[in-house]
T-cell receptor
């Protein structure tokens, strides 16, 4: 398996524009997580899905952020409109179940909003 | 809510020496899971080691081992015979029990430098 695949790797956009980040989890994994990493706040969980259903979106900062998982092999995180404070590295991770199972992370998308 | 604290923002070690990274957590749960992840400059998150809270035996993976003190809610990582490739940001993480996927809560991270 190629692992968790995120696209794009880097994104630079202007304030006010819509940004869509994409994630393909590892085949067979039933849990998917979106994290945001910044120097100030570290790694924050934004939302996670189990069997394509959003379980906990309490980490989504505001209504400008939305996430979808239309099927088991694809998820998107959308920011509209984007703001400079959204600049961060966004990680997608997937795992098979919970417990001690490993969560596998993608390479992350570095988002810069200017 | 569970919290994870890493009190050492930065640590350094000489190549071939041993270093211990600290992690404490706060929880009211009796069963849970703990992890150490490594993030090198490539920014890829890599699992280093994991521990089930119900197991008294400390986990070991080659040069990496943990000191799990459940009563003290402490989960430190020991790296023996440090290598240059061990230089990275290290994150401690907590996961609640549950058959379905549940969140990983991360600490702030410790930046490890390995000096030749």
């Amino acid at each position: 398996d190629a692992g968790v695949i995120q696209s794009p790797r880097h994104e630079v956009t202007e304030m006010g524009q819509e940004v869509t980040l994409r994630c393909k989890p590892i085949s067979g994994h039933n849990s998917l997580f979106w994290y945001r990493q910044t120097m100030m706040r570290g790694l924050e969980l934004l939302i996670y899905f189990n069997n394509n259903v959003p379980i906990d979106d309490s980490g989504m900062p505001e209504d400008r952020f939305s996430a979808k998982m239309p099927n088991a092999s694809f998820s998107t995180l959308k920011i509209q409109p984007s703001e400079p404070r959204d600049s961060a590295v966004y990680f997608c991770a997937s795992s098979l179940g919970g417990g001690v199972t490993e969560a596998f992370f993608g390479q992350g998308t570095r988002l810069t909003v200017v | 809510a569970q919290t994870v604290t890493q009190s050492q923002p930065e640590m350094s070690v000489q190549e071939a020496e041993t270093v211990t990274l600290s992690c404490t957590y706060d929880t009211s749960e009796s069963d849970y899971y703990l992890f150490w992840y490594k993030q090198p400059p490539s920014r890829q998150m890599i699992l280093v080691i994991r521990q089930e809270a119900y197991k008294q035996q400390n986990a070991t993976e080659n040069r990496f081992s943990v000191n799990f003190q459940k009563a003290a809610k402490s989960f430190s990582l020991k790296i023996s015979d440090s290598q240059l490739g061990d230089a990275a940001m290290y994150f401690c993480a907590y996961r609640s029990p549950g058959a379905s996927g549940s969140r990983l809560t991360f600490g702030e991270g410790t930046q490890l430098t390995v000096n030749p």
